[in-house]
């Protein structure tokens, strides 16, 4: 089985521990994985502790290298290889980087030296501009409002379509995103979010923002502003409120 550990889009934290230790007590002989993309080097993730067989990482989320990532595997399991490599090459053929897994190995050690204080200081930005977002009239926080990453916001705005909202933030300087990097250029309402039961007329107007280093001296009145500003402008140029985004009916 394999679950993540916090989801990229929304940023709920799954009670991992919980789920292994239920599934271990009805079936011991199944390997459980998590997908631990989005929580190391940025929440304390004690693997022992949640009980998992294999947790896999990558770099780039923890300010390291880009290609390369991690996988832990729990002392005792064995992996078959999918394809067959060199006696020196236990799951897969070619040549490790040695360059990336040193860099990789430093930037999780940076990013582990103070991991409750990091997380503290993000969560009290994550919930300023949340706070600062669900002013905004019509709007809808998206995701767990406590068990979250501490560095993740994704809110929805009715009657405007979340790609226009990202495309005229960015050229007031703000980064931020519909969903998930994996679905960039997609139209459609994040399948995460309709699973949660969101309406397409909602899900299409889902916002995220990711904090993180760049943006330590972040002016939230300033970030929420230039969020309103972008809304009540798209809003007001619909010629209808609900039903303006093409097929977005609740």
Request: with cysteine; proline share 4%; hydrophobic share 40%.
């Amino acid at each position: 089985m394999s679950i993540g550990q916090a989801n990229n889009e929304v940023g709920t934290i799954q009670p991992i521990r919980a789920i292994t230790h239920a599934l271990k007590a009805r079936r011991p002989e199944v390997l459980v994985h998590t997908d631990a993309v989005q929580t190391v080097g940025h929440i304390q993730v004690d693997l022992a502790d949640l009980g998992v067989d294999l947790a896999s990482f990558t770099a780039h989320k923890f300010y390291g290298p880009v290609g390369i990532g991690g996988l832990f595997v729990r002392s005792g399991v064995r992996l078959a290889p999918l394809m067959v490599a060199a006696e020196q090459e236990s799951l897969r053929p070619g040549t490790e980087s040695a360059p990336l897994a040193v860099g990789a190995a430093k930037a999780l050690e940076l990013a582990s030296r103070e991991p409750e204080s990091e997380a503290l200081y993000w969560t009290s930005n994550r919930n300023r501009v949340i706070e600062g977002l669900l002013s905004i009239e019509d709007s809808h926080l998206n995701g767990h409002p406590c068990e979250r990453l501490p560095n993740n916001v994704n809110v929805s705005f009715e009657g405007v379509s979340g790609e226009d909202v990202v495309l005229r933030l960015d050229l007031a300087g703000v980064s931020a995103s519909t969903g998930s990097a994996c679905t960039t250029g997609s139209v459609a309402p994040s399948h995460v979010l309709t699973a949660m039961g969101l309406s397409r007329y909602v899900a299409l107007g889902a916002l995220r923002v990711t904090l993180g280093n760049a943006c330590r001296d972040l002016d939230v009145d300033w970030l929420t502003e230039c969020v309103r500003d972008t809304v009540e402008e798209l809003r007001s140029t619909s010629y209808r409120r609900r039903g303006s985004i093409s097929g977005a009916r609740p």
